[in-house]
C-alpha cells in the first residue's frame, strides 16, 4: 500500500482506537457523582468501571480469531456496531447495575474494535521501521485516550449530567464506521483457519471468574460467590491449557509461551496496564474528594501523565533504534516504579506541582515501554496470525488494567477500613456525638463520607472529612506502593529477559 494511504488509514484507525481508549478511564472521574446519583457501593463501582475490561478482556480472542478468518475490517465494522448500541444503552441506564451491563456491552465491542485496529495496522505497514513508527503511534493513542478520558470526562460534568459521558460516543463511532468503509482494506488470514469455539469459550469464562473472585474477595471474603467464581477459574483456564495443547487449530497456541520474546513482552504489557489503570482508579477520587477539585480540574490535573506518555511513545522507537529495545524498557519501567513509590509521600495537602511531575513521570515511562513490548508480542507471532497476537496483547493488557483496579482497589479498601476504625476509635467522644448513619457511611467510603459530612454542621463536617481523606491517602499509599514492587518486579524480568533489540532476537 503507497504511503500516503497507508498513513490515512492508520488516522482511522487511530480513531478507533481513541474512542475505545477513552473509554476505559471516562467513567472514573464520574465515579463520585455516580456513587451520589445512583446510589452505588464501592463494589459496584468498581463493577462499572471492570465490567468493560473483564468482557473486553474475555471476548478478546475470539474477536482476533473471528478477523483472521472472516476479515478484519469486517470485525472492526461489527464491533462500531455494536459499541454505538451499547453506549446508546448506557445513557439511559437508571441504576448501577443497568449501567454496568451497558458498560459490559461496550466491552464486548471494544474487543472487536481494538485487535482490527493492530492488526490492520501490521498488514498496511509492512517496511519494519515504518511499522514500529506506526506502533509507536498506535501505543501513543492508546495510552494517551486512557489518560485523556478523566479531562474529557470532567468537562462533560461541568456542563452536563453524568449521561452526557456516553452520548459522545454514537456520533464519533458512526463518523470513525463511515471512514472504515471508505478507506480501510479487507485483510485475512488466506489459509482461511477453522475456529476454535471450544477453546474461545473456556479462555472467556475462565478470564471472567478469575477477575470476579479478585474483585468480590475483599468485600465477599470467602463466600459462595468467590469460592464458586475461583473454582470455575481454575477448571476453565486448566482445561483451556489443556484443550489448546490438542486443537488442530488453537486460538492461542501454547507454544508461543516458550518463545523468550513473547512471554516476556505480553508480562510487559500486562504490568503497564496495571499501573496506569491502577493509578487512573484513585487520582480521580484523590483529587476531588481529598483536595476538592472538581471533575474538570481533576480531568486537566493529569494532564502531565497524557502529554509524558505521548512524547515518549512517538519517540520510543527512535530511542531503542539507538540504545537498543531491552534498555529502552527497562528505563520506562524504571521511571514508573519510582514514580509510584514516590505516591507513598502522598498527604492530603500535598501540593499538585508534586502531583504534576510525578504523573508526567508516569507517563514517560509507559510511553517508553508500550511501544517496544506491542512490538515484542507482534514479531513473535505469525504475521498471518496478527489478528490472533494483536487480541493476545489486548486481552494481557486489559487484563492487567482489571487487576490494577481489583488488587490495588481490594489493598486501599482494607488500608482505609483498617485506617478509619482506628481514627473512629482515637476520636473517641468525639466520634460519638456523630449521627451513626455518619459513622457507617465513614466505614463503608471516603465518597460516602465525604456526601455524608456535607450534611453535617460546618466544623464538624469539615473534620470529619478531613479525617476521611488522611484514611483514604494513607490506604492509596499502601496501594500504590504494592503497585511499586509489582512493577518493580516486571523491571528485573525485563532486565533479564527483554531481547536487546526486538528485530534481533538472538542474543
Do not use: C
Not at 474528594?289 to 502529554?307: D, F
Amino acid at each position: 500500500m503507497a504511503v500516503k494511504s497507508a498513513w490515512a488509514v492508520l488516522a482511522v484507525l487511530a480513531a478507533a482506537l481513541a474512542l475505545i481508549s477513552l473509554d476505559n478511564t471516562i467513567v472514573n472521574v464520574a465515579l463520585p457523582t455516580l456513587q451520589e446519583e445512583l446510589r452505588a457501593s464501592t463494589a459496584q463501582l468498581q463493577w462499572v468501571v471492570d465490567a468493560y475490561s473483564v468482557l473486553f478482556a474475555g471476548t478478546l480472542l475470539l474477536a482476533g480469531s473471528l478477523g483472521d478468518r472472516f476479515g478484519r475490517r469486517r470485525m472492526l465494522i461489527v464491533g462500531l456496531s455494536i459499541f454505538i448500541l451499547a453506549s446508546l444503552s448506557a445513557v439511559f441506564a437508571q441504576d448501577a447495575n443497568a449501567l454496568t451491563l451497558s458498560r459490559a456491552l461496550m466491552g464486548i465491542g471494544g474487543a472487536f474494535i481494538m485487535p482490527s485496529t493492530l492488526s490492520i495496522l501490521v498488514q498496511v505497514f509492512t517496511d519494519r521501521t515504518e511499522r514500529a513508527r506506526a506502533i509507536g503511534i498506535w501505543a501513543a493513542v492508546a495510552g494517551v485516550g486512557v489518560a485523556l478520558g478523566p479531562i474529557i470526562g470532567g468537562f462533560l460534568l461541568e456542563h452536563f449530567s453524568w449521561h452526557s459521558i456516553f452520548w459522545v460516543n454514537p456520533p464519533v463511532a458512526a463518523a470513525v464506521l463511515v471512514a472504515t468503509l471508505l478507506l480501510v482494506p479487507e485483510s485475512r488470514d488466506p489459509a482461511k483457519p477453522k475456529l476454535d469455539p471450544l477453546g474461545a469459550a473456556l479462555s472467556s469464562l475462565g478470564v471472567v471468574a478469575l477477575v470476579v473472585t479478585v474483585i468480590e474477595l475483599p468485600d465477599s471474603g470467602l463466600s459462595a460467590l468467590t469460592v464458586g467464581a475461583a473454582a470455575v477459574a481454575v477448571v476453565s483456564l486448566t482445561a483451556f491449557v489443556w484443550w489448546e495443547k490438542r486443537a488442530a487449530r488453537p486460538i492461542l497456541p501454547m507454544e508461543l509461551f516458550s518463545s523468550r520474546l513473547f512471554s516476556t513482552s505480553i508480562i510487559t504489557v500486562g504490568l503497564v496496564y496495571f499501573a496506569l489503570m491502577g493509578a487512573m482508579f484513585f487520582l480521580p477520587q484523590f483529587l476531588q474528594l481529598v483536595q476538592g477539585m472538581s471533575p474538570l480540574e481533576s480531568g486537566i490535573a493529569i494532564l502531565p501523565g497524557a502529554g509524558g506518555l505521548l512524547v515518549a511513545s512517538l519517540f520510543s522507537p527512535g530511542i531503542a533504534e539507538r540504545i537498543g529495545s531491552r534498555k529502552t524498557v527497562v528505563l520506562g519501567l524504571s521511571l514508573v516504579t519510582v514514580a509510584m513509590a514516590s505516591f507513598a509521600l502522598l498527604r492530603t495537602d500535598t501540593s499538585y506541582l508534586f502531583i504534576g511531575i510525578v504523573l508526567g513521570t508516569i507517563g514517560l515511562g509507559l510511553g517508553l515501554t508500550l511501544p517496544q513490548a506491542t512490538n515484542g508480542v507482534l514479531a513473535a507471532v505469525p504475521a498471518e496470525r496478527a489478528g490472533m497476537g494483536s487480541a493476545v496483547n489486548d486481552a494481557v493488557g486489559e487484563l492487567g488494567g482489571s487487576f490494577g483496579v481489583a488488587i490495588l482497589g481490594a489493598t486501599l479498601s482494607f488500608a482505609y477500613r483498617q485506617n478509619i476504625e482506628e481514627a473512629i476509635t482515637t476520636a473517641g467522644a468525639a466520634a460519638q456525638q456523630l449521627p451513626a448513619s455518619a459513622l457507617d457511611a465513614a466505614r463503608e467510603s471516603l465518597a460516602a463520607a465525604s456526601i455524608q459530612a456535607g450534611q453535617l454542621p460546618d466544623g464538624v463536617g469539615d473534620v470529619f472529612r478531613q479525617v476521611a481523606g488522611q484514611a483514604f491517602v494513607s490506604g492509596m499509599s499502601l496501594a500504590l506502593l504494592v503497585g511499586a514492587g509489582i512493577t518493580g518486579l516486571g523491571l528485573l524480568i525485563a532486565w533479564r529477559r527483554f531481547p536487546v533489540r526486538v528485530d534481533r532476537v538472538e542474543e
